[in-house]
């Protein structure tokens, strides 16, 4: 069967559909349906699944075109994007809905929305500045202060028997004395504080990434992700017995508020993801067989003992995996990039100075 339909490009995110469901395809499928209908249906005087439809129809059967139009209009939708190559990413806008009072072919308009082209920036033009990090002898002082608060020892004072007895209780085997402890305490205060700027700088590298190509999220499409997060705490809480209102109280936070968060971090995840995908297009950044086959060893090997094994050899979850693995790549290659570029620049004007 030939499907009609009629594309008009909105905007550069949106493509507006006008597609015709032939009559004959209509009333086939609604006969189909009523004929279901009566086999369910128990009327006194009459054997189940013999009753007349003329008996039946006038009640059911608005309903029942309703339930053939929730059947036919995304088989259609789904052949008409198949054959354009459009892949939506939130869910269709109704436009015009079909007149099903009218005995001819039946038409619906639909607004489909799309992620617009976007071009990788200069990443050149990133300026990401790392920040020195170091501890200072108060912060150490500050912690060993707060263990002694926090611990229950003998010793009453900061002490070398008090540096024992903490080395004891925190199972510190590779640490002495109270000089080992202070220098324990400040390489794990180091380490935090590293991490903590390791991830600032990720974040502002991606931010600014983000801006140098231009990347604009359709809002359908974030109002759609927001409401994924919103559908799957309200599961969540449900799950697990607990009062939404009464949560949002013992957090100090509306759900008004909630929503504005669930906006912005599916602003950013989908900003994100479109950005890795420009970049490893742009790089050519690829997950080998070899690759795929080494994350899902691993993937098996972590896995909880009830795992269907069969998910293994899905190759839609496969796909899945590899362009998870593909975006991970692409996100380290992207900032060890960042990284070199920051360093090759200052070398730059290192030498420049000198000359």
Known sequence: MIDTYKRENISKDTIQFKITIPKDA???????????????????????GKVPGELVEPHVGHTLKIQTLEKLIPEYLERVLIKEEVLPIAP????EFPNLE????LEFTMNITVMPEFKLGNLKKLEIKEEEVSVSEKEVDEALERLQKNQKTKAKEINEDWAKEIIRLLRLDDVRDLKGLRKHIKDAILSQK????????????LREAIKLSNIEIPQPAIDY????????????????????????????????????????????????????KLYSDERKIEVTEEDLKKKI?????????????SV????????????????????????????????????????KKKK
Do not use: C
Request: no cysteine.
């Open 102 to 105: 009218k005995d001819n072919n």
């Open 312 to 351: 293994f050899k899905d190759a839609g979850w496969k796909e899945y995996i590899r362009r998870v693995e593909q975006k991970e790549k692409a996100f380290h290659q992207f900032l060890d990039e960042v990284i070199k570029v920051e360093e090759e620049e200052e070398k730059e004007e290192t030498t």
């Open 297 to 309: 060893e691993l993937i098996k090997k972590n896995a909880p003992e009830n795992t269907d094994p």
């Open 225 to 276: 992700e927001a409401s994924e997060r919103e559908r799957a705490f309200v599961t969540d809480m449900q799950q697990k017995g607990i009062d939404i209102d009464q949560f949002l109280e013992a957090n100090n936070i509306t759900l008004d508020k909630m929503r504005e968060m669930w906006q912005e971090d599916a602003k950013q995840a989908l900003q994100t993801d479109v950005f890795l």
């Open 92 to 95: 269709p806008e109704y436009k």
């Open 194 to 205: 590293k991490l903590i700027m390791h991830n600032k700088l990720e974040d502002e590298a």
């Open 26 to 48: 209509f009333d086939k499928e609604y006969k189909a349906i009523l004929k279901r209908e009566l086999e369910d249906t128990n009327i006194k005087g009459f054997r189940k």
